[in-house]
Each structure stands twice: as C-alpha cells, then as structure tokens.
C-alpha cells in the first residue's frame, strides 16, 4: 500500500517505520525543519522515500496526516485534490497559551472534533480518526516487550471501506484495534486524552501536556 506521511513528528515517524518494516510504501514529510527527517531516513535508508508535503499527499492512497492542531488549515491548503484518499487524523484540538504551554480548546471540543473539521473541509475524502490517545513513544511495540498486553489503538470514521483499510494498518504497527464507531465518535476520543491529561496533572503534578502520561499503559 502506498502511504503518505503528511509531517512525519514523533507519531508520524513511529508508524512511517512499522508499516516500512510491514511492506508497505512509504513516503515521508515534514511540516517545517525537514533536517528533523534525518534520523528517521539514517535509520530506514532507501526503504522509506522523503518528499515535500505536496509529494507525500500525492503519492499516498492513504495519508496519515498528523500535524499540528494550529497548522493544520495551511498544511491542508498546500495538499491538493485529497479525492478518494484514506485521512488518518492523529490531531487532538490543542492550542498554545503566552508561556508556550499546551490546552484542549474546550469551546471547539462542546460541538466538534478535528476529524469532522477535517472531514467538512476534505468532503471527498474519507477521514479515519486512529492513534490520538496513545502517547506517541509507546506506539513502539518493542518498547513493549515482555509486557503481557498491548494498549489499544481505537479508530473511528464513517466510511466503512476506509475502516477496514485502517484497522488493517494499525495491525501492522503490531497493536490491537478497536473499532468505536462513526465520525463523531472522535469527539469522545479526543475527550478521552483530554481526561488522561488531567489524570496526569492529578497523578504527576504537572499540566505540562507533552509530558505523556506513561503510568496509564502500565508495562
């Protein structure tokens, strides 16, 4: 399957690799300095293919599009004609106050999700929301050996098809999937890592939100 990585971050370069390692074809981008994609390429080699977001969104029958929450329009204006492609949004609704710390946008979230914001924009594509509230280091399954279970990716989308195609790559990555049900279901799951966020704050002291919350996926 040909994949393109729309910003290949800490999540996007986690499963750029597995599914490299599973067969699949797969081109990487990046959204901003592209010098981060080095250690990704010196890793993988010529098994992973490097291009500009406009290549990458091109290329792929499936994109896994996980860019910033505050970016995420003008990447997408960049990406040309998305008809009939396959979007994975990892994206969780997130914003930056004055002392660069990072907050769910709790008036965006009452009503909407980023998947559907997504969807609205992309009407002709098929929006899948997969690996948004996994911490974006435990998406490793070899960080996970000699552990008895594996956390669960949940998916949710509206395009039954596109869902199969999904479930199917998040067992690439060597995770269980679970299957939670229509679009608007991404509402629930992007509130889900906004609820393991304050359980972090609550356990670890801290709001920092780029500090994943490892002590609830117990190895």
């Known amino acids: ?79 040309g004609s998305l008809e009939g492609k396959i979007l994975i949004d990892t994206m969780n609704p997130l914003k930056v106050n004055e002392a660069y710390e990072h907050f769910h946008d709790l008036e965006f979230m009452r009503f909407n999700s980023t998947s559907e914001e997504l969807q609205r924009l992309v009407p002709n594509a098929r929006v899948v929301k997969a690996f948004s509230t996994i911490p974006a280091h435990l998406l490793d399954k070899d960080s996970w050996k000699g552990s008895q279970m594996l956390p669960s990716i949940f998916f949710a989308g509206d395009d039954g098809q596109a869902k199969q195609v999904v479930a199917q790559l998040i067992q690439d990555t060597g995770f269980p999937g679970i299957d939670a049900g229509s679009l608007s279901s991404a509402r629930l799951l992007e509130s889900m890592g906004l609820l393991l966020h304050r359980i972090a704050e609550a356990q670890e002291g801290d709001s920092n939100l780029n500090l994943a919350p490892t002590f609830l996926f117990k190895q």
């Not at 800490?10 to 981008?29: P, T």
């Not at 996980?66 to 990406?79: D, G, P």
């Open 1 to 79: 399957m040909k994949i393109g990585v729309i910003n290949a971050g800490n999540i996007g370069s986690h499963l750029a690799k597995a599914w490299v390692q599973a067969g699949h074809q797969v081109i990487v981008s990046k959204d901003g300095d592209r010098a981060k994609l080095q250690p990704l390429i010196a890793e993988l080699g010529e098994k992973v293919l490097v291009g500009e977001l406009e290549e990458a969104a091109q290329f792929g029958d499936v994109l896994l599009f996980s860019v910033s929450w505050l970016r995420f329009e003008q990447v997408l204006s960049r990406l």
